[in-house]
């Protein structure tokens, strides 16, 4: 759940096949939102998100997932729901952005669930399926320095994800770190908090970030760690890692990998390095620990690179996780795209 120290809360991730599920999932979009401390209005109207968005999913998208996420930015907090499906996806609406209103029931739905929602954003295409994204706040949305999602799920079966990730916001940008701990369940969720808590309120600088990382997890099982700081001003990225969770780049002129030295924090005698990215503003920033498969593209999704980032956080982890790991991919835009002459 989201804390004082910024540290995000991990995502749940339900199967929804058929309608008897949909009744389990409102039970656990009603104790997120009691968690994350939104009020009794606040969680109704979630409750109405839950059940439209999954009864899309079984009627129309041939079954799918429903994930919720705590939301946090500084003060503010929420909840956040997608619903994904591998369906025929929604002819009438994949040019529409915001996925306006098509005829018949799911078209209906949609729009219950865009009043319900203080954020609303679908993304659909023929043969690919349906994306959508409900987010509610208590009370308005944060205005915050990047745009960023998350979603951090665990290896199904186990009761705790041994993946963790940060955002700390700071002026004209913020530092995220993503740590992968060594195997599954508590022990390896203690590892990665491990990590997160020592990279938290320090200095700039990714690499002396890292090895306060390296220091912090001796004593646990270990992790693989990446850690990003955002500067929008110089549009550029600094990028310090051990092992392989990855960072990726996709702006206008292609898409770049980040590169990350080998090793685990925690383990072994370990020097960190620093490796600075320029980017172009409005360009995405991809982080995913191993979970996600190293060969996604999003070439093969017309336009979903300028899409929300929640919803391309949403799609990855629909089509390129195996389920056989824990799983944490984070997206962000770094800064409105620049106008066009």
Known sequence: ???????????????????SQVVALRQAVAA??????????????????????ATNVV???????VVISPLQRGEAVGIELLAL?????????????????????????????????????????????????????????????????ALCVAKPGESECGDFWSFEAR??????????GVGHGPFAREAALAVLRATRRRPPGAASALEDAHRAARGT????????????????????????????????????SMISMSGTAGQGNLK???????????????MSSDGLTPQW????????????????AGVLYRDHSPRRDDVTVVAARLGPPSLSP
């Open 297 to 312: 593209s999003l070439e093969q999704y017309a336009g979903l690179a300028r899409r929300p980032p929640s919803l391309v």
């Open 59 to 65: 009627k129309h998208g041939r079954g799918g997932e």
């Open 1 to 19: 759940m989201p804390s004082g120290e910024g540290l995000m809360g991990s995502s749940t991730a339900m199967a929804v096949v058929d309608a």
């Open 221 to 256: 099982r270990g992790a693989a760690v990446a850690i990003v700081e955002v500067d929008l001003a110089t549009q550029e990225i600094c990028f310090a890692g051990f092992g392989n969770v990855a960072g990726v780049l996709v702006g206008p002129e292609g898409v770049q």
């Open 171 to 180: 002026p004209g940008g913020g530092r995220i770190v993503v740590a992968d």
């Open 272 to 286: 960190s390095r620093e490796f600075t990215y320029r980017f172009a503003r409005g360009a995405l920033l991809v």
């Open 85 to 149: 499906d591998r369906g025929p996806g929604i002819p009438a609406m994949a040019a529409r952005a915001g996925g306006q209103s098509t005829a018949g029931p799911r078209g209906r739905g949609f729009d219950a669930i865009r009043r319900e929602s203080t954020q609303f954003d679908l993304y659909t295409r023929p043969g690919q399926g349906t994306a959508l994204l409900s987010r509610i706040w208590h009370g308005a949305p944060p205005t915050t320095s990047l745009d960023l999602a």
């Open 32 to 53: 997120l939102c009691r968690s994350a401390g939104l009020d009794e209005s606040e969680g109704g109207r979630a409750s109405i998100v839950a059940t439209e968005a």
